[in-house]
């Protein structure tokens, strides 16, 4: 039973655009939801998080929205750059922190020159 | 310096051995976590460890045994090594139980043939 949802496997978008990737979650108990970032051969990096008390947090390049209503979750990257392609998960976590993240399957995002 | 490392990066065993995955942290973190990323990409936690003491352990086969000699060192054992445990086992640590983002080890990947 996925809790966490990636639903597009991978995310191909033009050096420069921005970049949206999409996660959607079932479980109403989470309070927040994290994105990471990995390369090939490395663990997964933590890129931003948002808690459910916004709808929005913003830094530098990327932003991630939260409607909660929806249950839906998005990571904009703008603009896009090579050195962002990587694969991108989103996860979440009840009780507000890091314990017993719960992760969606991953989005390969692939930036063209 | 490798905030969070684990070894060995690629281990390669016959069903029914016994390994063991060792995982370090040089953060000063307080917990320390065992996540398995699986065939299928996702990345679950399996167990969770606070100042040495076992917080949490998820559904995980009792052959699987961690190890916390000091809150630095977060090691996994496995006992009777079966095809389905081969996966990617990542080593994490976060600065306060509950709060804060991951930081992750580089993986290791684990193949049982």
């Known amino acids: 039973d996925q809790q966490v949802k990636q639903n597009s496997p991978s995310l191909s978008v033009q050096e420069g655009r921005i970049s949206i990737l999409n996660c959607d979650y079932t479980?109403?108990?989470?309070?927040?939801f994290l994105w990471y970032k990995k390369y090939p051969a490395e663990g997964p990096t933590f890129l931003i998080s948002i808690s459910s008390i916004k709808d929005k947090n913003e830094d530098g390049r990327f932003t991630v929205f939260l409607n909660k209503s929806a249950k839906h979750l998005s990571l904009h990257i703008v603009p896009s750059q090579p050195g962002d392609s990587a694969v991108y998960f989103c996860?979440?976590?009840?009780?507000?922190?890091?314990?017993?993240?719960?992760f969606g399957k991953g989005t390969h995002l692939i930036i063209q020159p | 310096d490798t905030a969070v490392s684990q070894t060995p990066k690629y281990l390669v065993t016959q069903m029914g051995n016994d390994k063991s995955i060792k995982c370090e942290q040089n953060l000063g973190h307080d917990t320390m976590y065992w996540y398995k990323q699986d065939s299928k990409k996702f990345l679950k936690i399996m167990f969770s460890?606070?100042?040495?003491?076992?917080?949490i352990n998820e559904t995980v086969p009792n052959r699987f045994s961690p190890k916390s000699p000091d809150k630095a060192h977060l090691n996994l054992h496995i006992n009777s090594l079966e095809l389905g445990d081969s996966a990617v086992y990542f080593c994490?640590?976060?600065?306060?139980?509950?709060?804060?983002?991951?930081?992750f080890g580089e993986g290791s990947r684990l193949t049982v043939l």
């Open positions: 994490a640590s976060s600065q306060l139980q509950g709060v804060g983002e991951l930081f």
């Open positions: 996860a979440a976590s009840e009780g507000g922190g890091a314990d017993g993240l719960t």
């Open positions: 460890y606070n100042n040495k003491e076992l917080i």
């Open positions: 479980n109403s108990m989470f309070d927040y």
